[in-house]
């Protein structure tokens, strides 16, 4: 680059000698030999940055290549089976609902032909994939309908643990069946590359985890050093019923730079609790599950809660849930401690910051734009 800078010097330096002892003609002449000159260098310039974009794409273009499935592959599930796949699959069946988000956020809701009950409650679909709701229903993991779910030939079944049993049977038929367990982030993320994997995909899988793996980062860095509120998270059926240490929702209160004020509970379920202690606690917030029974009003006007910090202070909140629920270990979880933080601290986290990831992450992977349907 300097050597293409002190060339274009010398053009110019040259012309205007001659312009100085030349006629109007010379000083033209001049004047177009600087232009070539700028030309060239603008055109080299040019040239290098098309060569340095070409090259990126060539190198994002073979990683992708590299990253795609040779069939046949096996691949060890969730609940620790081997399960080998012989060819790329192409009709699929999902009897969970967080892999079902998942293989629409890999663009794969069109080689879905079944999916779990109680689709219509999931506002996520209608956003994103509504055809969705008309494909039949395999049951829950309560009442799985194992017999409608062969009828429909899948070349692979996703399952969650609890429907192991139902997996096995499936590949005694010569039906493939994974089964997930995404009960925390990382559990997630095995799911998502597990999923990715088993049906081409993988790229597409790197790109979602990519996105929460930046906003933990991005979070981390903005709450350093900030203060950390206690945060009591109280459940979707019952107010008295909150998750411990253990639980996902704990992880997500810590990254929104909060502190579980039920920390002290290990159970890996939600766990009971009485209203002395949450008065023990007294956390200086109340965060209610996106999809809780009762309101935020309910809790300020709730006697019992009298002289407890967050109910005095008016901090009593509740987790949005347009879309989904994201205190839970869907793929857009992470944006329940995105939205929390800015909760917690409007100073670090703007609101304005929030949304602009929020809004980024479903029009990404799910094609919509977040609060304007």
Not at 254 to 275: F, L, P, Q
Request: glycine share 6%; proline share 5%.
């Amino acid at each position: 680059m300097k050597k293409k800078i002190l060339s274009l010097f010398l053009a110019a330096s040259m012309a205007l000698s001659l312009a100085a002892c030349g006629s109007p003609a010379d000083s033209a002449e001049a004047d177009a030999a600087v232009e070539d000159a700028a030309t060239e260098e603008s055109a080299g310039e040019g040239v290098e940055e098309t060569a340095e974009a070409a090259e990126e794409s060539t190198e994002e273009s073979a990683e992708d290549t590299a990253m795609e499935t040779v069939y046949p592959v096996t691949l060890t599930d969730q609940a620790g089976r081997e399960v080998t796949i012989e060819e790329e699959p192409q009709k699929l069946v999902s009897g969970y609902y967080i892999s079902t988000s998942l293989l629409i956020a890999l663009g794969l809701e069109d080689k879905l032909a079944g999916i779990e009950a109680k689709a219509d409650t999931r506002p996520i679909y209608a956003l994103s994939a509504p055809e969705l709701l008309e494909l039949p229903s395999v049951g829950s993991a309560k009442e799985f309908d194992l017999e409608g779910c062969a009828a429909l030939e899948p070349d692979l079944v996703i399952l969650p643990l609890k429907l192991q049993a139902s997996a096995d049977t499936l590949e005694e038929l010569g039906i493939d069946a994974l089964v997930v367990n995404p009960e925390n982030q990382e559990l997630l993320g095995e799911a998502a590359e597990l999923i990715g994997t088993a049906t081409n995909t993988a790229a597409r899988a790197k790109e979602l985890l990519a996105f929460t793996e930046e906003q933990e980062e991005r979070l981390t860095k903005a709450l350093e050093g900030a203060e950390t509120p206690s945060v009591y998270l109280a459940g979707n059926s019952d107010f008295l019923s909150t998750a411990g240490s253990a639980m996902y929702q704990s992880a997500m209160i810590e990254m929104a730079g909060g502190a579980n004020a039920a920390a002290e509970i290990t159970d890996i379920y939600w766990a009971e609790v009485s209203y002395e202690q949450i008065l023990a606690w007294n956390p200086q917030y109340i965060v209610l599950a996106s999809d809780a029974s009762y309101t935020v009003e309910d809790v300020l006007a709730d006697p019992n809660l009298e002289g407890c910090a967050a109910v005095e202070n008016g901090n009593v909140i509740q987790i949005p849930g347009d879309a989904e629920a994201w205190d839970s270990p869907v793929p857009g979880g992470i944006l329940g401690a995105v939205w929390l933080s800015s909760e917690l601290h409007p100073e670090e986290c703007p609101q304005a910051d929030s949304e602009a990831v929020i809004h980024e992450f479903y029009e990404t992977f799910y094609g919509f734009s977040y609060g304007e349907n």
